[in-house]
């Protein structure tokens, strides 16, 4: 049998033959015609003939299309079998398998498809217009009406094109009547049928279903429709949670990615419960939607609305479920979510945080809160029959669980996928790095250190390996991404960084240890040699030992410490360059490498101390009477004899002193027994003075012993001897000495409360005191009770078991202290009970009223006078009225008022102790409720229980009414602003009136009672309130619409906008604060009408307005005529530049940039220059060898027309334009001091574009940041944001959203828009920025420039002379918080020199370099008798850094400038009038002027000419406040007499560390977002303000951390502004400087210290005489009339301080407390006080 395809292919060969032949001879084949009778009317035969004609027309030309495609096909077909490899010919096909009914099925089959292929007629345009014009107009309009039409058509033009293919071949072809055919669906065509019956006997029974389908098939109703068409429109168009785009906005952590789900599905969800969902109830709620509803059907009706509701939201949960799992298929790559993960390294593990299971927990957790979601939403039926009795029936919205299933699959299976690249990049760290993290190689380095053969080489090379590694694993990548995950592999790295370097400091630590081991025991050796040699011996025996231990140290301990210290050098090379050394490290490498110069100085000292001509040979021989040596000296038998004897006399002395001192501690020993037995309090004095003598006599024992100890150890006793008695007797007394002292302190405190003035007791303090006291009391008995039960427990040991039972019954006698203790307490217990009694009497609100009516309860006078005390108060028996006088005494609280500036209104004070009382009072009240005997008095209590209340919250609103009041009154004080805002002025003329009246009645009677009970005082004051809220909001929005109007208010606080607004009618008045809104203008040029004709710049350049601006015309608005200045001064400025740039050709260069404003020659210059390059270049090399020629002729006559612009900054500039051209952000990035701030400015000027710099902190939230943002936003100027990083993660969050809505608008060209938002994450905050690194900028090219630009000609040679100088101090000084080297220091110098040039430009510019920063007054008289020497080039560099080296820096320092400018001396500034003014202002204070005070003061002074801002720095006791508080003094003492040109100084000291960052700098109210001004604010503000050219300083005196000082950036940087979170900038002006007192600044960061001066000062520099000068100085006349004891106590002081200099301060202050005990009773100053408190640290202003 041949196979089915063989059959196939020879039928289709047969009949390709078959119709091969046909076709040649050009005809159709036709099949037979089917004949049919019937009759037929004349009208019917014509209509038939019009159809045959037709028919012929249409099957010629059919005929014609089937004939070329019948052909094309046989082509075709011959063709394809001619080309096959013909298989064996087929056998002959039976008749039973190819019959005459299959090929007549397969002919048939053939010819139909060939007329299926035939062109059909389209549908006419009239066709579709016609079906349109069918549909009602309701539904063709709405949201997507038209799209579903369109797509209905589409079908519609489908199926038309299918039947009439269909009509085609039924009209074409006649289906044969074989078996194979019976599914075709090609019938006979239909004809009309004949003859039948038009009527409607079937229309009754048509309208009755159709009536009854209307009525029972709801989904037809017109609210179905109205619900289909809201879900429609609602629910159609969203998905629950859009998740297409989340790839697009970067990687995304499995948290936040959790958060969000869930957050947007509850907001799109409350969304539809909102919006959506009361839209579909409100349709049903509606009387009229189902009226036509019989009531029967009802619940069939709801049961369709819910089925039909459950559908709509099953299906956009199934919609959103689909599109999360489209987004993992691989065709959506594009879109395929990226995640966030770690490689960590965590307990040594290496593995992925999250988790994989994480990962995909997470992913599926996507798919749980979907489905989860939509829940609670109730039925229609059930939320319109709701109620308490009924429960709620909610909407099905359950998810089919196979679609639940079927995503989860599909799910984890794209995970695990997608996850295989990144568990592959794991598995190859661990392979790598395992070895690190199991502790093999920890085992390796361990070993290796226990082998103590290693040598020093050995370790260095394991160090140079594991550091290779550590190179290695840094210069992996960090970020690592996936399709499905972005690895983050910087912990890994860390982990595997820190284990590598682990390894090597391991290594370095062995080698470092061992190197610190080796010096310290050389330096040992020496020091054990300094010490012998320095040692005064006390006897002949020492002295001999002292010479032979030199000699041999002379010899050969110095030869090996020598090799030693060699061996130490070589280590040292190696450790210097891959050890950190701490301070002490360093401090001993020092001293041990120094030690061989050292000790020599040693050796020479001890030669010229060794004689020993001056010793005594008597003692001489008795020490040595037993030794080989001694006998040696001693010649003959009378010398031995003499030796003895004097030994037995020493020996004698030392028995009896050492019986002596036995004797008398038994003595003392008895005398301390007998005062256990202290028991009787009125003997208490009689005891102390016991304890005294015991006392006294105990350190005269001391003193015995101390030279007991001495001889014994001469005579070399074996056993020495030891008092245990001392130890026991103070163990006895000392105890009771804090007894004695505590009870006689709280009987003398006791008689002083109980017999003192009875009006002069405080209650809280007595309360607190007595507290103390009893503590005291109790650790003291509970001491006492211890050692009573130590000493039972000791006698029942010594006397037995049998002796404790006969003693049970008897009474165990008590010890003295513990009666005493016992009998203090009950004291105290009973003057505790006192203490009520004081609250209530002696309450400073009492007036005589009150003793009044409190003596007529007592029936008695018991008013108070002069001779009043407690104890004649407690006498009176007044206890049982105590209740009643406690009520009166509450009543006597009142409020304190104080006058508010001059308005004759008075305002609340404190009202914190009111407020005290108020809370006691309630609380009592309520615990009295509580009681269960309350009923017979509970109505009266429960009335004044509701007063109470009612007070404490009418306070509470009297205080907001003020608080608001006084923020408002200056405002609406003003009446400009009473006009601009008539509506919110009149609710503050009511407010005002009401608030007068108010503190009208409390000023009458002040009592707390009297004044919150006026009758609707609460509701007034409420009232107010709420007319104040009122007002606020009105006063926002005003100020809003005024900064929409002029953008540029949005940079000025509110403060500062009703300044302005305030002053209407007098523009003049405008103008101090011009320069916030235009940094550039400094004044304005006003016409007598007060027409605007010029602006001046700072500088006083002046451009003329093209067009005059007339202010009256504004009619007091101010914004507007601001608005129009900014638009005249733009077109004036580009008026100037055209100008400019026609005059450029025609008039000499050194000419034309006189004429015209710096800006505009500027501009001009540099386009001419743009020109005249291209011009050069094309002209060959010869043209720009001749430009260059001529622009060094230009810089050599006009040198300040080159711009500052360095390879960095030109860079940073083409980086900033290009995102600027792209609408984004900058985001220069670098060290502090490399210009970011500057070079951003600087560009906006070269655009003239406003920038506006803030100094960005934490406390900044997104509402300032917003109106900052419509400020930029709608003025279109530039912001720079300074410390932008340390604004809150969560604020960055909202910013985010802000920047990139303000892009966005900028892309679409938009006029308004909408940027609230808190979508975006701060992830995606850097992409809308452009980063720029700025890292090392050129200082010596920097310098060239600034120095060109001040005038100089040779600015080269002078900026590499200075920039050299820093570089060195920075490579060998020591590194020290506040040094630094970098471009701000370098600045300071270059600015100061062309201050210099301009003042003397005949000068040479070498001296003028140098004497940048000499004092003017020795500057000026060197130049008036033209003293400048080539010898002074250093001065500049000296004064800049020498006061703020350490004292160990300065030799180093002098040694830079020695080795780079030889030879040179400096000669001595001329300060005469400056230290005259400091001798008369340091006697006056009573201080010393001592060679180093005269230096700090001259080195503040100098950096207060070139610093706006510096620091003092330096340990307690160094004097930073005296140099400063004298200083002021002086400036103001030369102001007075004319001298040097100087201002009076006024100040004030802040402390930053004692309040809060919104008491230092101002807070926002956090409800009512209100500000108020901090300390810091205030004070610039004033000082800003004032005009007088009086200096201002500002005083920071106290500790310096990131969290407050990155704040003062700004201002410390050349910005010089202060930027508060309200919005406000305040500039300092020139007469104020920034000064800070501080200790160190370890916490301060690079960026602070760069922009401040340092000046610091060593109390070891100081010395101790000032101090003890200053005091005694500073004595009373009678004290000082015992001077003579004094000076020997001076004396003593200087011997100690001797030893002690050179310390640290808290090295000083141990020393100065051991000290302070050898000083009682003599008349030393307060820095000696016994007691070590804190206060130590600041003592006196002590210099």
């Given at each position: 049998?041949?196979?089915?395809?063989?059959?196939?292919?020879?039928?289709?060969?047969?009949?390709?033959?078959?119709?091969?032949?046909?076709l040649?001879?050009?005809?159709i084949?036709?099949?037979?015609?089917?004949?049919?009778?019937?009759?037929?009317?004349a009208?019917?035969?014509?209509?038939?003939?019009?159809?045959?004609?037709?028919?012929?027309?249409?099957?010629?030309?059919?005929d014609?299309?089937?004939?070329?495609?019948?052909?094309?096909?046989m082509?075709?077909?011959v063709?394809?079998?001619?080309?096959?490899?013909?298989?064996?010919?087929?056998?002959?096909f039976?008749?039973?398998?190819?019959?005459e009914?299959?090929?007549?099925?397969?002919?048939y089959q053939?010819?139909?498809?060939?007329?299926?292929?035939?062109?059909?007629?389209?549908?006419?345009d009239?066709?579709?217009?016609?079906?349109?014009?069918?549909?009602?107009?309701?539904?063709?309009?709405?949201?997507?009406?038209?799209?579903r039409?369109?797509?209905?058509?589409?079908?519609?033009?489908?199926?038309?094109?299918?039947?009439?293919?269909?009509?085609?071949?039924?009209?074409?072809?006649?289906?044969?009547?074989?078996?194979?055919?019976?599914?075709?669906?090609n019938?006979?065509?239909?004809?009309e049928?004949?003859?039948?019956?038009?009527?409607?006997?079937w229309?009754?029974?048509?309208?009755?279903?159709?009536t009854?389908?209307?009525?029972?098939?709801?989904?037809?109703?017109?609210a179905?429709?109205?619900?289909?068409?809201?879900?429609?429109?609602?629910?159609?168009?969203?998905?629950?949670?859009?998740l297409?785009?989340?790839?697009?906005?970067?990687p995304?952590?499995?948290?936040?990615?959790?958060?969000?789900v869930?957050?947007?599905?509850?907001?799109?969800?409350?969304k539809?419960r909102?919006?959506?969902?009361?839209?579909?109830?409100?349709?049903?709620?509606a009387?009229?939607?189902?009226?036509?509803i019989?009531p029967?059907?009802?619940?069939?009706?709801?049961?369709?609305v819910?089925?039909?509701?459950?559908?709509?939201?099953?299906?956009?949960?199934?919609q959103?479920?689909?599109?999360?799992v489209r987004?993992?298929k691989?065709?959506?790559?594009d879109?395929?979510p990226?995640?966030?993960?770690?490689?960590?390294?965590?307990?040594?593990?290496?593995?992925?945080?999250?988790?994989?299971d994480?990962l995909?927990?997470t992913?599926?957790?996507?798919?749980?809160e979907i489905?989860?979601?939509?829940?609670n939403?109730?039925?229609?039926?059930?939320w319109m029959?709701?109620?308490?009795?009924?429960?709620?029936?909610?909407?099905?919205v359950?998810?089919?669980?196979f679609?639940?299933?079927?995503?989860?699959?599909?799910?984890?299976?794209?995970?695990?996928?997608?996850?295989e690249?990144?568990?592959?990049?794991?598995?190859?760290?661990?392979?790598?790095?395992?070895?690190?993290?199991?502790?093999?190689?920890?085992?390796?380095?361990?070993?290796?250190?226990?082998?103590?053969?290693?040598?020093?080489?050995?370790?260095?090379?394991?160090?140079?390996?594991?550091?290779?590694?550590?190179?290695?694993?840094?210069?992996?990548?960090?970020?690592?991404?996936?399709?499905?995950?972005?690895l983050?592999?910087?912990?890994?790295?860390?982990?595997?960084?820190?284990?590598a370097?682990?390894?090597?400091d391991?290594?370095l630590?062995?080698i470092?240890?061992?190197?610190?081991?080796?010096?310290i025991?050389i330096?040992?050796?020496?020091?054990?040699?300094?010490?012998?040699?320095?040692?005064?011996?006390?006897n002949?025996?020492?002295?001999m030992e002292?010479?032979?231990?030199i000699?041999?140290?002379r010899?050969?301990?110095?030869i090996?410490?020598?090799?030693?210290?060699?061996?130490?050098k070589?280590?040292?090379?190696?450790l210097?360059?891959?050890?950190l050394?701490?301070?002490?490290?360093?401090?001993?490498?020092?001293?041990?490498?120094?030690?061989?110069?050292r000790?020599?100085p040693?050796?020479?000292?001890?030669?010229?101390?060794?004689?020993?001509?001056?010793l005594?040979?008597?003692?001489?021989?008795?020490?040595?009477?037993?030794?080989c040596?001694?006998?040696?000296l001693c010649?003959?038998?009378?010398?031995l004899?003499v030796v003895?004897?004097?030994?037995?006399?020493?020996?004698?002395?030392?028995?009896?002193k050492r019986?002596?001192?036995?004797?008398?501690l038994?003595?003392?020993?008895?005398?301390?027994?007998?005062?256990?037995?202290?028991?009787d309090m009125d003997?208490?004095?009689?005891?102390?003075?016991?304890?005294?003598?015991?006392?006294?006599?105990?350190?005269?024992?001391r003193?015995?012993?101390?030279f007991v100890?001495?001889?014994?150890?001469l005579f070399k006793?074996?056993?020495?001897?030891?008092?245990?008695?001392?130890?026991?007797?103070?163990?006895?007394?000392?105890?009771?000495?804090?007894?004695?002292g505590?009870?006689?302190?709280w009987?003398k405190?006791e008689?002083?409360?109980?017999?003192?003035?009875?009006?002069?007791?405080?209650?809280?303090?007595?309360?607190?005191?007595?507290?103390?006291?009893?503590?005291?009391?109790?650790?003291?008995?509970?001491?006492?009770?211890?050692?009573?039960?130590?000493?039972?427990?000791?006698?029942?040991?010594?006397?037995?078991v049998?002796?404790k039972?006969?003693?049970?019954?008897?009474?165990?006698e008590e010890?003295?202290?513990?009666?005493?203790?016992?009998?203090?307490?009950?004291?105290?217990?009973?003057?505790?009970e006192?203490?009520?009694v004081?609250?209530?009497?002696?309450?400073?609100?009492?007036?005589?009223?009150?003793?009044?009516?409190?003596?007529?309860?007592?029936?008695?006078?018991?008013?108070?006078?002069?001779g009043?005390?407690?104890?004649?108060?407690?006498?009176?028996?007044?206890?049982?009225?105590?209740?009643?006088?406690?009520?009166?005494?509450?009543?006597?609280?009142?409020?304190?008022?104080?006058?508010?500036?001059?308005?004759?209104?008075?305002?609340?004070?404190?009202?914190d102790?009111?407020?005290?009382?108020?809370?006691?009072?309630?609380?009592?009240?309520?615990?009295?409720?509580?009681?269960?005997?309350?009923?017979?008095?509970?109505?009266?209590?429960k009335?004044?229980?509701?007063?109470?209340?009612?007070?404490?919250?009418?306070?509470?609103e009297?205080?907001?009414?003020?608080?608001?009041w006084?923020?408002?009154?200056?405002?609406?004080s003003s009446?400009?602003?009473?006009?601009q805002?008539?509506?919110?002025?009149?609710?503050?003329?009511?407010?005002?009136?009401?608030?007068?009246?108010?503190m009208?009645?409390a000023?009458?009677?002040?009592?707390?009672?009297?004044?919150t009970?006026?009758?609707?005082l609460?509701?007034?004051?409420?009232?107010n309130?709420?007319?104040l809220?009122?007002i606020?909001?009105?006063?926002?929005?005003?100020?809003?619409?005024?900064?929409?109007y002029?953008?540029r208010?949005?940079?000025?606080?509110?403060?500062e906008?009703?300044?302005?607004?305030?002053?209407?009618?007098?523009?003049t008045?405008?103008?101090p604060?011009?320069?916030?809104?235009?940094?550039?203008?400094?004044?304005?040029?006003?016409?007598?009408?007060?027409?605007?004709?010029?602006?001046?710049?700072?500088?006083?350049?002046?451009?003329?307005?093209?067009?005059?601006?007339?202010t009256?015309?504004?009619?007091?608005?101010?914004e507007k005529?601001?608005?129009?200045?900014e638009?005249?001064?733009?077109?004036?400025?580009?008026?100037?530049i055209?100008?400019?740039?026609?005059?450029?050709?025609?008039e000499?260069r050194?000419?034309?940039v006189?004429?015209?404003?710096?800006?505009?020659?500027?501009?001009?210059?540099?386009?001419?220059w743009?020109?005249e390059?291209h011009?050069?270049i094309?002209?060959g090399?010869?043209?720009?060898l001749?430009?260059?020629?001529?622009?060094?002729?230009?810089?050599?006559?006009?040198?300040?027309l080159?711009?500052?612009?360095?390879?960095?900054?030109?860079?940073?500039?083409?980086?900033?334009?290009?995102?600027?051209?792209?609408n984004?952000?900058?985001?220069p990035?670098?060290?502090?001091?490399?210009?970011k701030?500057?070079?951003?400015?600087?560009?906006?000027k070269?655009?003239?574009?406003?920038c506006v710099v803030?100094n960005?902190s934490?406390?900044?939230d997104?509402?300032?940041?917003?109106?900052?943002?419509?400020g930029?936003?709608?003025?279109?100027?530039?912001?720079?944001f300074d410390?932008?990083?340390?604004?809150?993660l969560e604020?960055?969050?909202?910013?985010?959203?802000q920047?990139?809505?303000?892009?966005?608008a900028?892309?679409?060209h938009?006029e308004?828009?909408?940027?609230?938002?808190?979508?975006?994450?701060?992830?995606?905050?850097?992409?809308?920025f452009?980063?720029?690194?700025m890292?090392?900028?050129?200082?010596?090219?920097?310098?060239e420039?600034?120095?060109?630009?001040?005038?100089?000609?040779?600015?080269?040679?002078?900026?590499?002379?200075?920039?050299?100088?820093?570089?060195?101090c920075?490579?060998q000084?020591?590194?020290?918080?506040?040094?630094?080297?970098?471009?701000?220091a370098?600045?300071?110098v270059?600015?100061?020199?062309?201050?210099?040039?301009?003042?003397?430009?005949?000068?040479?510019?070498?001296i003028?370099?140098?004497?940048?920063?000499?004092?003017?007054?020795c500057?000026?008289?060197?130049?008036?008798f033209?003293?400048?020497?080539?010898?002074?080039?250093?001065?500049?560099?000296k004064?800049?850094?020498l006061?703020?080296?350490?004292?160990?820096?300065?030799?180093?320092?002098?040694?830079?400038?020695?080795?780079?400018?030889?030879g040179?001396?400096l000669?001595?500034?001329?300060?005469s009038?400056?230290?005259?003014?400091?001798r008369?202002?340091?006697?006056?204070?009573?201080?010393?002027?001592?060679p180093i005070?005269?230096?700090?003061?001259?080195?503040?002074y100098?950096?207060?000419?070139v610093?706006?801002?510096?620091?003092?720095?330096?340990?307690?006791?160094?004097?930073k406040?005296?140099?400063?508080?004298t200083?002021?003094?002086?400036?103001?003492?030369?102001?007075?007499?004319?001298q040097?040109?100087?201002?009076?100084?006024?100040y004030k000291?802040i402390?930053?560390?004692?309040?809060?960052?919104?008491q230092?700098?101002g807070?926002?109210?956090?409800?009512?977002?209100?500000?108020?001004?901090?300390?810091?604010?205030?004070?610039?503000?004033?000082f800003?303000?004032?005009?007088?050219?009086?200096?201002?300083?500002?005083?920071?005196?106290?500790?310096?951390?990131a969290?407050?000082i990155e704040n003062?950036?700004?201002?410390?940087?050349?910005?010089?502004?202060l930027?508060?979170?309200?919005g406000e900038?305040?500039?300092?002006?020139?007469?104020?400087?920034?000064?800070?007192?501080?200790?160190?600044?370890?916490?301060?960061?690079?960026?602070?210290?760069?922009?401040c001066g340092?000046?610091y000062?060593?109390?070891?520099?100081?010395?101790?005489?000032p101090?003890m000068?200053?005091?005694i100085?500073?004595?009373?006349e009678e004290?000082?009339?015992?001077?003579n004891?004094?000076?020997?106590?001076?004396?003593?002081?200087?011997?100690?301080c001797?030893s002690?200099?050179?310390?640290?301060?808290?090295?000083?202050?141990?020393?100065?407390y051991?000290?302070?005990?050898?000083?009682?009773?003599?008349n030393?100053?307060?820095?000696?006080?016994?007691?070590?408190?804190?206060?130590f640290?600041?003592?006196?202003?002590?210099?």
């Open positions: 049998m041949a196979e089915p395809k063989s059959a196939v292919r020879t039928v289709e060969n047969g009949l390709a033959k078959k119709s091969k032949t046909v040649n001879n050009g005809t084949p036709k099949l037979p015609p089917i004949v049919q009778e019937r009759s037929v009317s009208k019917q035969r014509r209509q038939t003939l019009l159809k045959h004609r037709r028919k012929d027309e249409v099957q010629g030309l059919m014609k299309i089937l004939y070329q495609r019948a052909l094309s096909s082509e075709e077909t063709s394809r079998n001619e080309s096959q490899v013909m298989s064996p010919k087929p056998p002959k039976p008749d039973t398998m190819m019959s009914q299959r090929k007549q099925r397969m002919n053939f010819l139909k498809s060939c007329v299926a292929q035939a062109p059909i007629v389209t549908m006419q009239s066709s579709k217009n016609s079906i349109l014009s069918m549909i009602p107009k309701k539904c063709k309009e709405g949201k997507g009406r038209k799209e039409i369109d797509a209905l058509f589409d079908e519609v033009i489908t199926e038309y094109e299918d039947s009439m293919k269909k009509a085609t071949i039924q009209q074409v072809l006649v289906k044969p009547a074989i078996k194979g055919l019976e599914q075709d669906d019938l006979t065509p239909f004809e049928p004949l003859g039948l019956d038009f009527s409607t006997p229309h009754q029974s048509v309208q009755k279903n159709k009854k389908i209307r009525n029972r098939l709801h989904l037809l109703h017109p179905m429709q109205q619900v289909l068409n809201m879900c429609h429109n609602t629910l159609g168009s969203i998905m629950l949670i859009d297409t785009n989340l790839r697009m906005k970067g995304v952590s499995t948290n936040d990615l959790r958060n969000d869930k957050l947007e599905l509850e907001k799109t969800e409350t539809l909102n919006q959506w969902y009361p839209e579909i109830l409100r349709l049903f709620v009387k009229n939607t189902i009226s036509d019989r029967e059907l009802l619940d069939s009706f709801y049961n369709c819910s089925v039909l509701l459950s559908n709509q939201l099953k299906m956009l949960k199934n959103t479920i689909e599109g999360w987004l993992f691989p065709d959506n790559s879109f395929l990226c995640f966030k993960l770690q490689l960590v390294l965590d307990d040594n593990i290496m593995q992925f945080y999250p988790t994989f994480d995909k927990d992913v599926l957790y996507v798919v749980d489905t989860k979601c939509m829940q939403f109730q039925t229609v039926q059930s029959s709701a109620s308490s009795e009924t429960q709620a029936v909610y909407i099905d359950k998810t089919a669980e679609i639940i299933k079927q995503a989860s699959k599909q799910l984890t299976q794209a995970v695990t996928e997608n996850f690249h990144a568990q592959r990049y794991l598995d190859s760290y661990i392979d790598e790095y395992k070895y690190l993290v199991n502790g093999d190689a920890i085992k390796v380095v361990e070993d290796f250190m226990a082998d103590e053969e290693h040598e020093f080489k050995d370790y260095t090379t394991e160090i140079a390996k594991y550091k290779k590694l550590c190179d290695d694993i840094r210069q992996l990548d960090t970020l690592v991404t996936f399709p499905l995950v972005r983050d592999c910087s912990d890994l790295k860390r982990g595997l960084f820190d284990k370097k682990q390894l090597a391991m290594l630590h062995k470092a240890t061992d190197h610190r081991n080796e010096n025991s330096c040992k050796e020496y020091e054990h040699i300094e010490e012998q040699c320095l040692k005064e011996a006390k002949t025996e020492e002295l002292q010479q032979l231990f000699e041999n140290a010899s050969l301990g110095t090996q410490l020598t090799d030693r210290i060699k061996e130490v070589k280590r040292l090379d190696y210097l360059n891959n050890h050394f701490s301070q002490e490290d360093l401090e001993l490498n020092s001293m041990t490498v120094t030690w061989p110069k000790i020599q040693i050796f020479d000292k001890n030669d010229e101390v060794s004689d020993l001509s001056g005594d040979w008597i003692g001489f021989v008795s020490v040595f009477a037993g030794s040596s001694a006998r040696l010649k003959g038998t009378h010398c004899q003895d004897k004097v030994r037995r006399e020493r020996e004698t002395v030392l028995t009896e019986e002596a001192v036995v004797l008398e038994s003595k003392l020993k008895a005398k301390a027994f007998d005062i256990k037995e202290c028991g003997q208490l004095t009689t005891y102390t003075n016991e304890l005294r003598v015991i006392q006294k006599r105990m350190n005269d024992v003193e015995n012993i101390v100890s001495k001889e014994e150890e006793v074996n056993e020495p001897t030891e008092f245990p008695e001392v130890d026991e007797i103070n163990a006895i007394i000392e105890p009771y000495q804090r007894l004695f505590i009870v006689s302190k009987l405190t008689r002083k409360w109980m017999d003192g003035a009875f009006l002069d007791l405080n209650s809280e303090t007595i309360s607190n005191e007595v507290q103390e006291y009893w503590t005291e009391i109790f650790k003291v008995n509970k001491f006492f009770q211890q050692i009573k039960k130590k000493e039972m427990l000791g006698k029942a040991n010594k006397e037995g049998k002796r039972k006969e003693d049970k019954d008897e009474p165990a010890m003295s202290a513990i009666v005493v203790c016992n009998k203090i307490m009950d004291q105290i217990k009973d003057f505790k006192y203490i009520p004081i609250s209530i009497l002696c309450n400073p609100g009492i007036r005589e009223r009150h003793w009044v009516k409190m003596s007529e309860i007592a029936q008695k006078d018991i008013t108070p006078d002069s009043t005390s407690l104890r004649k108060v407690l006498k009176q028996d007044l206890m049982p009225f105590m209740e009643e006088f406690e009520t009166i005494s509450g009543s006597a609280s009142k409020f304190n008022l104080i006058d508010y500036r001059d308005s004759g209104v008075k305002i609340l004070a404190s009202v102790e009111i407020q005290q009382v108020l809370d006691d009072q309630i609380v009592k009240t309520q615990t009295m409720r509580g009681s269960p005997f309350i009923k017979p008095f509970e109505t009266e209590i009335a004044w229980e509701e007063k109470l209340m009612r007070m404490q919250e009418t306070i509470d009297w205080l907001k009414v003020q608080s608001q006084l923020y408002l009154e200056p405002i609406f009446p400009d602003i009473m006009s805002m008539p509506e919110e002025g009149r609710l503050f003329t009511i407010v005002d009136k009401t608030w007068k009246d108010v009208r009645h000023s009458k009677d002040p009592k707390v009672i009297p004044a009970s006026l009758t609707g609460l509701e007034k004051l409420k009232d309130n709420e007319l809220d009122k606020l909001k009105g006063l926002n929005a005003y100020l809003e619409k005024k900064r929409l002029f953008p208010f949005f940079f000025l606080s509110n403060d906008m009703l300044e302005i607004l305030s002053e209407t009618k007098d523009p008045r405008v103008e604060h011009l320069k916030k809104c235009f940094e550039g203008i400094a004044k304005l040029l006003f016409s007598p009408s007060l027409d605007i004709l010029a602006i001046y710049s700072a500088e006083s350049e002046q451009v003329k307005l093209i067009e005059t601006i007339n009256v015309e504004a009619k007091g608005a101010v005529w601001l608005l129009t200045l638009d005249v001064m733009l077109r004036s400025i580009r008026d100037v055209d100008r400019s740039r026609e005059a450029y050709a025609n000499p050194q000419k034309w006189l004429e015209w404003p710096g800006q505009v020659v500027l501009c001009v210059s540099q386009i001419y743009t020109l390059v011009e050069a094309r002209e090399p010869k043209g720009l001749d430009y260059h020629k001529k622009l060094q002729a230009q810089m050599g006559d006009i040198v300040q080159v711009r500052v612009i360095t390879p960095l900054t030109d860079r940073c500039y083409r980086t900033l334009i290009g995102a600027f051209h792209l984004l952000g900058g985001a990035e670098g060290p502090a001091g490399t210009g701030t500057e070079t951003t400015k600087d560009l906006a070269a655009l003239a574009v406003q803030f960005c934490d406390g900044l997104y509402l300032a940041m917003g109106k900052f943002f419509k930029l936003a709608s003025s279109g100027a530039w912001a720079c410390e932008f990083n340390r604004i809150e604020v960055l969050s909202v910013v985010a959203q920047i990139l809505s303000i892009q966005r900028v892309q679409d938009l308004t828009f909408v940027f609230e938002g808190t979508t975006l994450l701060p992830d995606n905050l850097k992409v809308l452009r980063t720029v690194a890292m090392v900028p050129d200082y010596a090219l920097i310098g420039i600034s120095l060109y630009s001040y005038g100089f000609l040779d600015a080269r040679n002078l900026a590499v002379k200075i920039v050299m100088t820093y570089r060195l920075s490579e000084l020591s590194s020290q918080p506040h040094y630094d080297y970098g471009m701000r370098v600045k300071s270059l600015v100061a020199a062309g201050n210099l040039k301009l003042k003397f430009p005949d000068e040479r510019e070498d003028l370099v140098t004497f940048q920063n000499c004092s003017i007054s500057l000026i008289f060197n130049l008036m033209n003293l400048f020497t080539s010898e002074q080039l250093l001065r500049s560099i004064d800049v850094n006061p703020k080296f350490l004292s160990h820096d300065i030799p180093l320092f002098n040694g830079i400038i020695s080795d780079l400018f030889p040179v001396t000669p001595e500034a001329d300060y009038d400056f230290l005259q003014a400091a008369d202002k340091c006697e006056e204070f009573k201080l010393q002027c001592v005070f005269q230096e700090k003061l001259i080195q503040t100098e950096m207060l000419l610093r706006h801002g510096f620091m003092l720095v330096g340990e307690p006791f160094s004097g406040t005296s140099v400063l508080h200083l002021a003094e002086m400036l103001t003492l030369l102001n007075d007499r004319e040097m040109e100087e201002q009076k100084t006024i000291t402390n930053p560390k004692s309040i809060t960052m919104g230092l700098y807070m926002f109210d956090p409800v009512s977002h209100e500000w108020s001004d901090g300390v810091v604010a205030k004070t610039f503000r004033e800003a303000h004032t005009e007088t050219p009086d200096r201002k300083w500002v005083l920071f005196d106290g500790p310096i951390d969290v407050w003062m950036n700004t201002v410390l940087d050349d910005n010089k502004k930027c508060l979170m309200s900038i305040i500039k300092m002006s020139d007469p104020m400087t920034l000064i800070f007192e501080v200790m160190d600044l370890t916490q301060a960061s690079p960026a602070t210290v760069s922009r340092m000046i000062l060593e109390p070891s520099q100081l010395g101790w005489e101090i000068k200053s005091w100085s500073d004595m009373p004290r000082y009339a015992r001077r004891k004094q000076r020997s106590d001076c004396g003593l002081v200087r011997m100690a001797a002690v200099r050179g310390l640290r301060c808290s090295q000083l202050q141990g020393q100065i051991k000290l302070s005990h050898s000083f009682q009773g003599s030393l100053p307060c820095v000696l006080s016994s007691d070590p408190s804190p206060n640290k600041r003592g006196h202003s002590l210099v």
